[in-house]
């Protein structure tokens, strides 16, 4: 899986050909999660407190692109 991004520790992948709804995956040590891109909302999986707060903060900077 392509790694769109890499920040303190957390690794934002995305497929291009990937299942609805729009989503993107984040790793963390041996957390993962993944989100949906619209709403920013966690799909499955779990992040720690901070880690998810960065995600939020990082998604939400970059959804436009």
Known sequence: MPTICAFYGLLIRMY???H???HFHV???DYSAVY???TLTMLRGA????AHAMVLE???AHRAN
């Open 36 to 38: 949906v891109i619209e």
């Open 47 to 50: 992040l720690p407190r901070r």
């Open 20 to 22: 609805e709804p729009p």
């Open 27 to 29: 790793a963390c040590g």
């Open 58 to 60: 990082w998604a939400a």
């Open 16 to 18: 291009w050909d990937d």
